[in-house]
């Protein structure tokens, strides 16, 4: 089965966690499915959220006119199924967190309408991003303008503040799991249970978990979460459909 790989970095990147806003924004570890889609969706040039807003613009829900769907980027790119790998020793990323202000006069309430924003950014994130080929039109597009180096809106690491760089673009084949062996992508905890004994090859043993978007809500687009884990430990059992292998190494895909 054929695929295609490529490698996704940046300076900084921030994928703000909705449920926290009061002293500080946080950011994920690793970016999550729906922002890669959003991603791949600006290099194609589908629409988003602000398209979305624009067609439904004084209409109200019900109306037959009324777009009550998903944004264009995610209806047509929620079938991919995508490998995200951390290149980092264990899948952690350091950040550190800006401060800086929102002077454009309505950002605040307070005299001068200065807000000063509290944001956890991801420092030189890094990962290898790995697309199986599902036969779409979407797919075949995706591919072509990754490897033409095209892109119709400018995409970014979160906000646009973090300019993301493409790189190593190549095809990337598939072929069955190899069961009893680690994975060497994010995975999910429900559906591979890890063995408890550490690597035997005698390098460091890492375990990371985090709950994180996998995909949208269907009524109000809200995140709907999993936890995904990054580890050097082998895979004890569960269910291997999901899983593809390529030079010796397993890839779980979501």
């Known amino acids: 089965m054929d695929a295609i790989s490529f490698i996704l970095s940046g300076k900084t990147a921030c994928f703000r966690k909705p449920d926290v806003n009061q002293y500080a924004y946080f950011t994920y570890n690793n970016i999550h499915k729906p922002a890669l889609l959003g991603i791949l969706g600006a290099i194609i040039g589908l629409g988003g959220y602000t398209k979305l807003h624009n067609e439904n613009k004084g209409l109200k829900e ?51 309408g200065n807000l000063i924003v509290r944001e956890q950014w991801i420092e030189d994130p890094k990962w290898q991003i790995i697309i199986k080929n599902n036969s779409s039109e979407e797919y075949k597009k995706v591919k072509e303008y990754l490897e033409k180096g095209k892109c119709v809106y400018i995409p970014y690491l979160g906000k646009n503040d973090h300019p993301v760089n493409i790189c190593e673009i190549k095809p990337f084949e598939l072929g069955e799991a190899i069961e009893k062996e680690k994975i060497s992508s994010l995975f999910e905890e429900d559906v591979l249970t890890i063995s408890k004994l550490p690597p035997k090859d005698g390098g460091q043993s890492y375990y990371f978990k985090e709950v994180s978007p996998l995909s949208l809500q269907e009524k109000y687009h809200f995140y709907e979460f999993k936890s995904l884990i990054f580890t050097n430990h082998k895979i004890k059992e569960g269910d291997y459909k999901r899983v593809y292998s390529n030079d010796g190494k397993n890839y779980f895909f979501i």
């Open 62 to 112: 019900g109306q037959l006119e009324f777009n009550d769907g998903f944004p264009e980027y995610y209806e047509k790119l929620k079938g991919l199924e995508v490998s995200i790998v951390p290149l980092s020793p264990n899948g952690y990323f350091s950040k550190k967190l800006q401060v800086f202000n929102n002077s454009v006069g309505y950002a605040s309430k307070e005299e001068g």
